[in-house]
């Protein structure tokens, strides 16, 4: 079972700006996909950013342009750049991990965007 951990979170501006992490218990290139969702209150989770194991990244529309997705591996971290935050990315932002039909989750870390 991998184990993934989020952190970074916290309650920031609109305008400003987090870096979330996800550190896992596996080497991060082992993984054909690493993805960062969301869940806002009475929404669906959704996809936010997907980065894969060629390094090829895709974002949603609503966050193009201000998140950036990236691993560090020395760190064995991929981490969520979000910039220019707004108050409709305030949400619980998971990590999501995928080798072949196989995937695992982190427990979430929340996000608030608000003034």
């Known amino acids: 079972q991998v184990q993934l951990v989020e952190s970074g979170g916290g309650l920031v501006q609109p305008g400003g700006s987090l870096r979330l992490s996800c550190s896992a218990s596996?080497?991060?290139?082992?993984?054909?996909?690493i993805g960062w969702y969301r869940q806002a209150p009475g929404k669906e989770r959704e996809l936010v950013a997907l980065?894969?194991?060629?390094?090829?990244?895709d974002y949603a529309d609503s966050v193009w342009g201000r998140f950036t997705i990236s691993r560090d591996g020395a760190k064995n971290t991929v981490d969520l750049q979000m910039n220019n935050l707004k108050s409709e990315d305030t949400a619980v932002y998971y990590c999501?991990?995928?080798?072949?039909?196989?995937?695992?989750w982190g427990q979430g870390i929340r996000v608030t965007v608000a003034s």
């Open positions: 980065i894969q194991l060629n390094g090829m990244s």
């Open positions: 596996e080497n991060i290139f082992f993984f054909n996909d």
């Open positions: 999501r991990t995928r080798i072949l039909s196989r995937t695992n």
